[in-house]
């Protein structure tokens, strides 16, 4: 609070000395902190919505086992998602594909805990239209450990990170496997302001086989942590 009514006027503005937060492009990771193996390639944020709505519109015919697992941040994140509020990082590597995201709106990583943790760590997915209608999903999460912060999280600051294995099984019987990782963080820094961090990397999908072939992963769960890590900690380190 300010302690004389000439510092209460002025202090609508920054004080004197103090930098305004830093913008989401300034927040993404450098190419120098991709994992070994990883590439930058072009990805904007344009493209990343578009990519992300289409494949909520194709989630809407599916039916989800238990319901109350259905995904639902995703969707309401990606309508606010601009240029203006957001910056992203996109990398492939051998065995997947890498994408951060930094923006100023929120994402409700609460529906995140919901829909991949206790009785929503193991999901099925049945796809009822497209080329891919008749086939099941199974998703099993787990979750992992969050990185440590000198200090620890901030009042409304919180962190998810799962590990996910896919198992799609076609109606011929050829089933497919993936992992992934998926990373999210809502934080409050003076260095940020208020930003969510997202980070997800995919693995390859194996080709369609009976008996299914084992899935590479993109990287080892301590890697993708401590990947994590490392972009936490350029948002809340100024």
Do not use: K
């Amino acid at each position: 609070m300010a302690a004389t009514l000439a510092v209460a006027i002025t202090s609508c503005s920054e004080p004197a000395g103090v930098a305004p937060p830093s913008s989401p492009a300034d927040l993404v990771l450098p190419v120098s902190d991709l994992p070994p193996g990883f590439a930058p390639e072009s990805l904007s944020v344009d493209d990343l919505v578009a990519g992300n709505q289409a494949g909520i519109d194709a989630a809407r015919t599916t039916r989800v086992t238990p319901e109350f697992c259905r995904p639902t941040a995703d969707e309401a994140l990606n309508r606010e998602l601009s240029a203006d509020n957001a910056a992203v990082l996109g990398a492939r590597g051998a065995a997947g594909v890498l994408v951060e995201l930094v923006t100023t709106a929120a994402r409700d990583i609460d529906a995140d805990r919901l829909s991949t943790t206790g009785r929503c760590a193991r999901t099925t997915t049945e796809i009822t239209t497209g080329n891919l209608a008749g086939s099941s999903v199974v998703t099993q999460y787990t979750e992992l450990s969050p990185p440590e912060l000198p200090g620890g999280l901030r009042a409304a600051e919180q962190m998810l990170l799962t590990r996910s294995e896919v198992t799609t099984t076609l109606p011929d019987g050829g089933v497919r496997r993936q992992i992934g990782y998926a990373g999210y963080a809502a934080l409050d820094r003076p260095s940020s302001g208020a930003v969510t961090l997202q980070l997800t990397v995919s693995g390859a999908t194996t080709p369609a086989t009976t008996p299914p072939t084992d899935p590479v992963e993109p990287l080892t769960s301590a890697a993708f942590t401590d990947l994590f890590a490392t972009a936490v900690e350029r948002v809340v380190e100024p």
